[in-house]
């Protein structure tokens, strides 16, 4: 296995997206959340998204030019069009204001209608932890789930984030809607390997942990069943209904590919507004404890918090570089003409 | 099966709850709600639960008498101290003044810190959309889940609702971090028989449908097992950052028992600040086309849009009168003297 700098990571990355047409300020703000979300073992969002991403520029699925335009200030909500430019570059303007907002009035919420692809959803989590906000965000995709009762597609599979800010380490959940996502199908059937409980249908209906037969059905499990399959519905529906934006179905009939068209809802609170540092600290600190005090259930297992696997990853790419399939790390070094 | 008009069953437990000592008006609201829950389907957290709210106001775990006061207001967010009032009137309360501040900007979040059970929490999603706002809440919890992870509690069963408004009825997720309630493991295991899907785990750490040895071991599973762990710890932060009040382990440590001093989060709001009812209608209709218009999993098999089934149960219950255990009715009509 290849392990590849940050430095030359992102290097390479935004020169692939400059090579494309993409102003170079905005290509650097992508290149490193595509290495970031690389660095921290979201490797489905980073480098490996390189090659598509360049892909929907060239077909114009993607404005990489565009910014994003008000629509509606209502104080502590604002509304803005995406104009189908880059999903990172504009959900991070969205997560900025709703920060903004949140650090006059406490709380801001910013929607996103018409933006595209934000790749990695955790992303704009740690952004807002990052600056001492607590963080929550959803977007809507295109339908590539069946719900709950349904053998065919019907719903998209809505990553939810919410995000905590703490000294130690920021408490990071990043969850699409699905159990498994159809990059872990992948690598998992790669390794001739079974999935570590269920995650969808065979072709007989029955639920069955071999990810090959997942990706011939293509009925993946929503978590948790029907739990996961109607908060994929809430998250749509609120989505589109607050930016004023496209529905899954809206997305689906719109056919503008790669989730071209979607919506996105950013909120960010300032906690500081409400407490004191001491009372946030002491809140934060005494659930973790309580977390890692349980009784692991395999002797010797840990428990963690959300996002603490991220932070162990990140440290251990930072130190001894990020790894890569080879294949894709050429392919996006001839995109960035360093072949 | 002994089933009992709505108007009667809510006359009785309004009795029953005078009797232990609640003023009327806030006798009157309870009663409604818990009657509206066993109305829909929710038998856990309506008649079935007034006996023991009633041994909660008689041992002083409930302030029958309590009113919620206002500890901060920032404009779109107000905090407010729920005095260990009844966890309903306190709830409703908060809904309806995150719904006068949804009115006038659009967005309106309220919190409360110290307050108690609010019983179904579905009830403040249906109260926001039937009063035409998106309604989002949740709740934390005394720990009474492992997390992922654990064998021992930890974590807080935290509900998580979202409710959309619609003419032919309001859209409405009501989903605990559980994939089955303990009510279901019991109400399964009375019956003989397994649960549809593996509930939690046996005595040998394995995953099992068997309702009896999930509730020996107390190993619940969590829906979408790390997902549903997560989520419950972020639900329980951010409601105990934004409102001051306790963590589910802060619950844990004053015991002051049934979820006392719990935090609550409700946010509405108002679509029509931002779309035209026109807008609203086509987004939700489309979405529920796409969905129905699925390939069922199951020859004539149905797919339901979260609220679906309720308001079915709902339409039948008051028909036919609502499904009551005549046990559990006789001792209701005892604590409202009426036998």
Known sequence: ?????????????????????????????????????????VYSHGLNRVERFVDYLGKGWVDGNAEPTIELN????????????????????????????????????????????????????WQAAEKGFIGICWTNTESC?????????????NPFIMAVPRKEGHIVLDMAMSQYSYGKLQVTRLKDQKLPFPGGFDQEGNLTDEPGAIEETRRILP??????????????????????????????????????????????????????QEFIDQAISETIQQLKSSVPAEENGKIYYPGEQSLKTRH????????????????????????
């Open 145 to 157: 789930m069946p719900a709950w009762g349904a053998k065919s597609g019907g719903i998209g599979n």
């Open 74 to 125: 209502l104080g502590s909500m604002e509304i803005y069009n995406g104009n189908q430019g880059p999903g990172i570059t504009n959900a991070i303007f969205a997560m900025n204001r709703a920060i903004a907002n949140a650090e006059l009035n406490g709380l801001g919420l910013v929607s996103l209608n018409n933006t595209t692809h934000w790749m990695r959803g955790g992303a704009y989590g």
């Open 316 to 339: 251990e790419n930072m130190e001894l570089g990020i790894p890569v399939d080879d294949g894709i790390w050429a392919n996006v070094k001839e995109l960035a003409n360093l072949t």
């Open 1 to 41: 296995m290849t392990r590849i700098s940050f430095d030359e990571m992102k290097a390479t990355i935004k020169l692939a997206f400059t090579n494309a047409g993409m102003p170079e300020e905005k290509a650097d703000i992508c290149a490193r959340i595509h290495t970031e979300s690389s660095r921290d073992g």
């Open 223 to 276: 978590m948790g069943f029907w739990k996961g399959s109607g908060f994929a519905v809430m998250l749509d529906l609120i989505s589109a209904l607050l930016s004023g934006g496209l529905t899954t179905a809206g997305i689906d009939k719109a056919g503008k590919g790669g989730c071209g068209s979607c919506c996105q809802i950013f909120i960010a609170i300032n906690p500081l507004k409400i407490n004191t």
